[in-house]
């Protein structure tokens, strides 16, 4: 009953997939950016740190997002399973 109500359930978790992929990728280059920035001005390892802690801010609540979005896939499962739910 409740997967009737999201027909749009793999394309979903297919965009999520490719949004978690990316949001790795846009870590990585946050830092890589960081770096160059810093390397500029003459302190890379200053700059490293600044886009370490942008991506940590950034990409880590996305991140958390991404999660929860797919324990809550987990649980609309397990409610909808008869088995394990009797009513």
Do not use: H, Y
């Given at each position: 009953m409740l997967a009737a109500l999201v027909p749009f359930a793999p394309m979903n978790r297919f965009l999520a997939?490719?949004?978690?992929?990316?949001?790795?990728?846009?870590?990585?280059?946050?830092?890589?950016?960081?770096?160059?920035?810093?390397?500029?001005?003459?302190?890379?390892?200053?700059?490293?740190?600044?886009?370490f802690i942008t991506a940590v801010a950034f990409?880590?609540?996305?991140?958390?997002?991404?999660?929860?979005?797919q324990l809550l896939e987990e649980i609309r499962d397990l409610l909808a399973d008869p088995e394990r739910n009797p009513e």
């Amino acid at each position: 009953m409740l997967a009737a109500l999201v027909p749009f359930a793999p394309m979903n978790r297919f965009l999520a997939k490719v949004l978690q992929w990316g949001n790795s990728v846009l870590a990585i280059l946050i830092v890589l950016a960081g770096f160059l920035l810093g390397q500029q001005e003459g302190n890379a390892a200053l700059g490293a740190i600044a886009g370490f802690i942008t991506a940590v801010a950034f990409c880590g609540t996305l991140a958390v997002f991404l999660d929860t979005r797919q324990l809550l896939e987990e649980i609309r499962d397990l409610l909808a399973d008869p088995e394990r739910n009797p009513e």
